[in-house]
């Protein structure tokens, strides 16, 4: 059955700590993609990725990194230096197919401070 | 920047009745695709529908349609015959030929019985 998973489905950070969310897919896609959201509030774009070993900032990277080491994984390390970190994270992926571009998206991570 | 927006946080409806939704974007590119996704309680994404900017003919998926105009960079959603499940927050998103995707702050839908 193919997909994208996130895991864990939920992430508690101490102050200080580093955390990784995992996002893996094996729909053989090309781009992949973190978004975070807020209550009420609509998708911010943290990274994404096109190919493996490339990534490219999106409109809230500061706090964050990424690796795309392989094709199927795409993890986010939510540093000590985000200091709002607490949000739902959506991780998505998409191929390139010209006429039938759309995202696929993981069923999210819900991370909170303790 | 591309940017999308949405001016209805809320809206409600009656069962069975049609309800508009509204977007808005912004680019200089003439190429690109706007999509709207639904995020039920579950927060799920869930594609609702998708619309190629070089295609005049607006998109249709059985009750779901839009209204796509390029000149007034709007793209609308109608929903027909609302459905309790039709309840959810309803983004609408932006994707130009690099494949990076924007959205908009959505509009949360109450279909109400």
């Known amino acids: 059955d193919g997909g994208i998973t996130q895991s864990p489905k939920y992430l508690f950070r101490k102050e200080g700590q580093n955390v990784t969310l995992s996002c893996e897919q094996n729909?053989?896609?090309?781009?992949m993609y973190w978004y975070r959201q807020d209550p009420g509030q609509g998708l911010r774009l943290i990274y994404y990725?096109?190919?493996?070993?490339?990534?490219q900032k999106g409109d809230i990277a500061e706090g964050y990194s990424v690796s795309r080491e392989k094709k199927e994984s795409f993890p986010l390390t939510v540093t000590s230096a985000q200091k709002n970190p607490t949000a739902f994270y959506l991780c998505?992926?998409?191929?390139?197919?010209?006429?039938?571009?759309?995202?696929?998206f993981g069923s999210g991570t819900q991370l909170s401070v303790l | 920047a591309q940017t999308v927006t949405q001016s209805q946080p809320e809206m409600s409806v009656q069962e069975a009745e049609t309800v508009t939704l509204s977007c808005t974007y912004d680019?200089?590119?003439?190429?690109?695709?706007l999509f709207w996704y639904k995020q039920p309680p579950s927060r799920q994404m869930i594609l609702v529908i998708r619309?190629?900017?070089?295609?005049?003919q607006n998109a249709t998926e059985n009750r779901f349609s839009v209204n796509f105009q390029k000149a007034a960079k709007s793209f609308s959603l109608k929903i027909s015959d609302s459905q309790l499940g039709d309840t959810a927050m309803y983004f609408c998103?932006?994707?130009?030929?690099?494949?990076?995707?924007?959205f908009g702050a959505g509009t949360r839908l109450t279909v109400k019985p």
């Open positions: 998505a992926s998409s191929i390139r197919d010209p006429g039938n571009e759309k995202l696929f």
């Open positions: 729909l053989n896609h090309d781009a």
């Open positions: 990725s096109q190919i493996v070993n490339d990534f």
């Open positions: 680019t200089s590119e003439s190429n690109y695709y």
């Open positions: 619309q190629e900017a070089y295609k005049q």
């Open positions: 998103a932006f994707m130009r030929n690099n494949n990076d995707m924007r």
